[in-house]
Every structure is written in structure tokens, then in C-alpha cells.
């Protein structure tokens, strides 16, 4: 096993770990020798070592080592992984830099999850849930936004369908009951429904107040979930 994948690989193992900032993020470079775009991204990436921005970085040709992109579930090159980032395809260097910045800040994680429903993988940030629970946390944030654009939500509610009936998830009911009460009708009613899914008979009081809303949408969604709760 390559040494930056099983560093990577044992703070995987500590599910805090993913939800803070790198303060010494390295890189992950996995290229293939027919890759017509893996000499750019080498370039990009020795330059911000060059720059003393990126503290390391580990290139590795997966035609030499085909169980590590098993391990990975890399399907394609060139695939990165910066600090807890994992980025797919070809970017620019200022991409590549802006990603190294946001693993050193508060919040990165919140804008790589983002960017991961923005482009549809969902899947990918429910991997990412299942390992680090804390990570749903981040989710609520960008469910207070009420501009977010449809993509988001739907993702979004797809994560909330895969995790809020299981018993980690419960300590997240009252985060959902205070997006209850929030100002824009949509989040109420994304939270109410959400609430709904947690299979919890204690949220039913809450559902209760909701059948009083001024929205309408919310007022039915409330109704929907006490029918399925009750």
C-alpha cells in the first residue's frame, strides 16, 4: 500500500477527522501512461509544491498499481485527491489551488459537498456520511440557504431519505425542528419532511404545530407525516 494512501486511509478510520480544516494538506495523483491530460495536472500540482503550498504530493501510475485504484474506486484519470478533496477529471491550477485553500479552512467541507451535489454525485457524499457521521452537519448549513438551487435540495433530500431513520441520525432532530421555524416556506417544508423520515414518534408534536403554517405546502407536508407517523 502507497504510503499517502495509508496515512489518508488512517484518518479515514477517525470519522472527526474529515469534518476539519488540513493544516499540511498533501496530495494524491493518480495518472495512467495513455492519459492525455495526467502531464497538466502534474504540472499544476509540482508547482504548488514548488510554491511550498502543497506540502506533498505522491503521483502514482495506476497501470502499475491497479489494486489501489480498486481500493479508491477510481474509474478514470486523473483523479487527485487534495487533503480530504477528492477531484475527478482535469482543472485548471487556480481550481487546484482553491481546493488547497479550502482544506486548510473552516467550511471547506460544507463547500466540497457543494460542489459534489452541484455536479450530481450524490452517492459520493453519502460514502463520504456513512464514514464520518459529523459530516451531516455540514448538510443543515446548506439547508438553511433558501436561494439554494434545485440540484442542492434534491440532493440533499436523497441524503436525508438514506440516513434519517437510523439511530446516529436521531441526535439531529433538534437541528431539523429548528429549520421548522425558519423564514422562507420552502426550507420549512423541505425540514418538515425531513423530520417525517426520521420515523421518530417524538417529532409528531412538532408536525402538529406545522398543521398551523401560513404555507400551505407546509401545512400539507405536515399532514403527510403525521399520516405516515400515526
Known amino acids: 500500500m502507497h504510503a499517502l494512501w495509508a496515512r489518508s486511509n ?5 470519522s472527526k477527522h474529515h469534518s476539519l480544516p488540513s493544516k499540511n494538506p498533501a496530495a494524491l495523483l493518480l ?32 497501470e502499475q498499481s491497479p489494486q489501489l485504484a480498486q481500493q479508491l474506486g477510481v474509474r478514470s484519470v486523473p483523479w487527485v485527491r487534495i487533503g480530504y478533496f477528492e477531484l475527478e477529471g482535469v482543472h485548471s491550477p487556480a481550481e487546484y489551488r482553491q481546493w488547497l485553500q479550502r482544506a486548510q479552512q473552516p467550511g471547506g467541507m460544507r463547500q466540497y459537498i ?12 453519502i460514502s463520504l456520511i456513512a464514514q464520518d457521521h459529523a459530516i451531516m452537519a455540514e448538510l443543515f448549513e446548506l439547508m438553511r440557504d433558501a436561494d439554494a438551487k434545485i440540484n442542492l435540495r434534491l440532493g440533499i433530500g436523497v441524503i436525508m431519505e438514506t440516513f434519517a431513520a437510523e439511530p446516529w441520525f436521531q441526535s439531529y432532530i433538534p ?25 421518530n414518534p417524538q417529532v409528531i408534536a412538532t408536525l402538529e404545530k406545522l398543521l398551523h403554517d401560513p404555507s400551505a405546502e407546509v401545512r400539507e407536508v405536515a399532514q403527510d407525516g403525521l399520516d405516515e407517523l400515526t
Open 31 to 62: 495518472i495512467g501512461t495513455q492519459c492525455p491530460h495526467c502531464p497538466a495536472v502534474i504540472t499544476a500540482l509540482t508547482g504548488l509544491v514548488k510554491a511550498g503550498e502543497l506540502a506533498r504530493l505522491e503521483i502514482v501510475n495506476l
Open 10 to 14: 488512517k484518518m479515514t478510520e477517525k
Open 114 to 125: 457543494e460542489h459534489m451535489l452541484g455536479d450530481g454525485q450524490v452517492q459520493k457524499v
Open 175 to 199: 437541528a431539523l425542528e429548528e429549520l421548522c421555524q425558519h423564514p422562507d416556506a420552502r426550507v420549512r417544508a423541505d425540514a418538515c419532511h425531513n423530520l417525517a423520515l426520521t420515523e
